[in-house]
């Protein structure tokens, strides 16, 4: 019996991680295509931290204090992304939440200034609002997967 649970709880990151994925992704095709994260995405990625739960990472969800405060003073963030970044938070725990914040919005970044370089080449005017989901997964499958 001790080597069933043994293996279980070996298996139980590689499983996380796989629908850990799958949420992040569903969260970013919602954003994108109906701006748009839904509750029961954030709530599914939120029980997938229950996979592989240590209480430690409870203080994961502090990282979505960030979004809150940014929301709040500056606007132009959805809810969604702060219920998004809390959920993740459960599954990655306050440091890896944060590096995944740093990776996605710096991702974000990159993607927003060669978006206004070619652009303005072309002659358009840049884009001013993305969709944030796709950018916060993959600062979190990074922090998940790498860190």
Do not use: W
Request: with cysteine.
């Amino acid at each position: 019996m001790g080597a069933n649970l043994d293996a279980l709880s070996q298996l139980a990151p590689y499983e996380q991680g796989g629908f850990f994925a799958a949420l992040l992704l569903a969260a970013s095709i919602s954003d994108i295509r109906k701006k748009i994260i839904p509750d029961s995405i954030c709530l599914g990625i939120a029980l997938t931290g229950m996979l592989d739960f240590e209480l430690v990472k409870l203080a994961g969800i502090l990282a979505a204090a960030l979004f809150l405060i940014t929301a709040l003073l500056f606007g132009g963030m959805g809810g969604g992304d702060i219920k998004l970044m809390a959920a993740a938070g459960l599954v990655l725990g306050f440091s890896k939440s944060m590096a995944a914040t740093f990776i996605g919005l710096t991702a974000l970044l990159v993607f927003h200034a060669g978006n206004h370089i070619i652009q303005k080449l072309r002659g358009r005017t840049a884009q001013k609002a993305y969709p944030l989901a796709p950018f916060l997964s993959l600062g979190c499958l990074t922090a998940y997967f790498i860190f």
